[in-house]
Structures are given as C-alpha cells and as structure tokens.
C-alpha cells in the first residue's frame, strides 16, 4: 500500500532536481555554468511530462495496482513540475544566447523550433491545470489536454535532433516505454478484436 503524500511534500520533491541545478549555478565559477544547466533542466521537464503521461496506459495495464492509480491521482502535479523546468530551460537558453539577434538566428534549427513550440503548448496546459479550470471548462478540458501529445512528439523532436542526433539515443530511452504503453492502450481501445456476444 502507498503512502499518503502531502501535495507539499511531492512539490518538494518534484523541487528537488531543480534546486540542484540552481545551487551549482549559484556556487559556480565558470562562465559555462548557464550553458551547463540546460540540459538538466530540460531532460527533467521532458520525465516530468513522460511520467505524467504514463499515467493512463499504466493503471490500464496494471488493472487494480495502487502505484498507477496514484499517479494517475496525481499526474497534475508531475504535469506542472514539467511546465516549471521547461520555462527553465528556456530562461536559461535566452540567458545564455544572450541577445536577440542570436535567438532570431536559432529558430530555423529543427531542435531549436520544435523546442519552442512544444513549449507554447505547455504555457495553456499549465495554465488550465487548476480544479477551477476543470470544472469550468468542462469536457473542453480534456480536449485541450490532449494536445500533450504534440508537444511530446516536439519534445522528442527538440531531444533527438541536439548535437547533430547526438540525443537520438537518450531521447529514445525515455520515449519509447511511453509510446509502447500508448501503442497498446490504443491496441485495447480501438483496435483488439471486441468479444462475441452470445445470441
């Protein structure tokens, strides 16, 4: 059985890689220290958002398992913490191009774009996170959260395409559990053969 965790206490924990990163920043010395924490930054945003997405495929694999169900109870707060180190990240990267004209010359890179628009998909999502939002946006809630598929897609993209595909590997890592797990929650849906009712 798992224990009842206080939303405070799993905030300090979703707090913790971050509050990592920070203190090196602040302790370092070298001018590279910027640079050097985004990479930290956005590979915790982008297991924040895988783990908020395993939710659903786990608890239907894992049928009556607690672990699942209280992720899935709880995705919100994993969801969130992944828009945080992302608007990290992208502060840190603006800090460490330094200057529009820089940014501007970035944009047409693959893994640069891809970044950027995933991350605008976060900004609404993040924004309607709240119960306030689910309740007054009703079924367009659920609508609008599934634009986290793009911006995973994006995400996997803006990964896999740094340093000439030199993330393809890590960025397979974490996304292929996670699209093995959809590809079968699509499988028993949508697709798997439906039981013949006896006449």
């Known amino acids: 059985m798992l224990p009842r965790?206080?939303?405070?206490?799993?905030?300090?924990?979703?707090?913790?890689?971050?509050?990592?990163?920070?203190?090196?920043?602040?302790?370092?010395?070298?001018?590279?220290?910027?640079?050097?924490a985004l990479h930290p930054t956005g590979e915790f945003g982008a297991r924040f958002m895988i783990i908020a997405m395993l939710a659903s495929p786990l608890a239907l694999v894992f049928r009556g398992w607690r672990g699942p169900r209280w992720l899935k109870k709880n995705r919100r707060y994993f969801g969130v913490a992944a828009f945080f180190y992302?608007?990290?990240?992208?502060?840190?990267y603006l800090i460490d191009l330094g200057t529009v004209q820089k940014v501007m010359a970035d944009l047409p890179k693959l893994y640069i774009w891809t970044g950027w628009v995933a991350f605008l998909i976060f900004v609404p999502l993040a924004i309607t996170s709240s119960d306030y939002f689910v309740r007054k946006m009703g079924r367009n809630w659920k609508t609008l959260q599934r634009m986290t598929y793009a911006a995973a897609v994006l995400t996997l993209l803006h990964w896999a395409a740094l340093?000439?595909?030199g993330g393809l590997g890590p960025a397979l890592v974490h996304f292929v559990p996670l699209g093995l797990l959809e590809a079968y929650r699509v499988w028993y849906w949508y697709l798997r053969p439906k039981p013949v009712q006896p006449t």
């Open 86 to 92: 992302a608007l990290a990240h992208t502060v840190l």
């Open 5 to 36: 965790l206080s939303p405070y206490w799993l905030w300090a924990l979703l707090a913790l890689p971050g509050i990592g990163v920070f203190a090196g920043i602040h302790n370092a010395t070298d001018a590279d220290a910027i640079h050097a």
């Open 163 to 165: 340093h000439d595909w």
